[in-house]
């Protein structure tokens, strides 16, 4: 009996349409550039998570994942883009909250620094996590996406916190299927 994909017991929704995968992969690739922003993660560590998954067929070396982040349409690319199927987008769900959890007490402690700054309401660049996340993230925003040079540095900075809240949910359990739908649902409200 062939073993069934390693998240076909994770994600056990429907597959999402061609246009929804447009959107999908757009956000995908933002969470986990929040993730290596926040973490210093790199290539490796993802290639890594990748084989410790099973998935290496899917994110085999560098290549295919370059080939994956570049699917996402925001960012600058030289030439065409690679489609995002559904295998290499659930496959890219399961790394990006297999690092999260791996990560999930540093979220968890920018996240609670968050929260006490706003409870204080003091910004965040205030407590220096938060601000190293902040500008790398927006840095690495302006350097990776199309409209990185116009986009202000108020809508980064709420998108790199929106998003940071986001891996806490990701990080904890059921982290696949919460990430998966909440990438379908903004797929279709897009």
Not at 55 to 78: F, G, H, I, M, T
């Amino acid at each position: 009996m062939a073993a069934s994909p390693p998240w076909e017991e994770v994600v056990g929704v429907n597959a999402p349409t061609p246009a929804q995968l447009d959107n999908i992969k757009t956000q995908l690739d933002l969470v986990l550039l929040a993730l290596e922003c926040l973490a210093d993660i790199g290539s490796e560590a993802i290639l890594r998570t990748a084989q410790e998954l099973g998935l290496e067929s899917v994110v085999a070396d560098r290549v295919s994942l370059w080939r994956l982040r570049q699917s996402n349409p925001l960012r600058k690319s030289q030439g065409g883009r690679k489609k995002l199927d559904v295998d290499e987008a659930r496959s890219l769900v399961m790394i990006i909250c297999h690092l999260a959890k791996t990560h999930h007490e540093l979220i968890r402690r920018g996240v609670a620094l968050l929260e006490q700054l706003t409870e204080q309401n003091r910004p965040p660049h205030q407590a220096s996590m938060l601000g190293d996340f902040i500008d790398t993230f927006c840095n690495t925003y302006q350097e990776r996406m199309e409209d990185g040079d116009t986009t202000s540095a108020d809508l980064l900075t709420h998108l790199a916190l929106k998003l940071l809240i986001d891996l806490l949910f990701y990080s904890g359990p059921n982290g696949h299927r919460r990430l998966w739908l909440a990438l379908l649902d903004r797929s279709v409200s897009r």
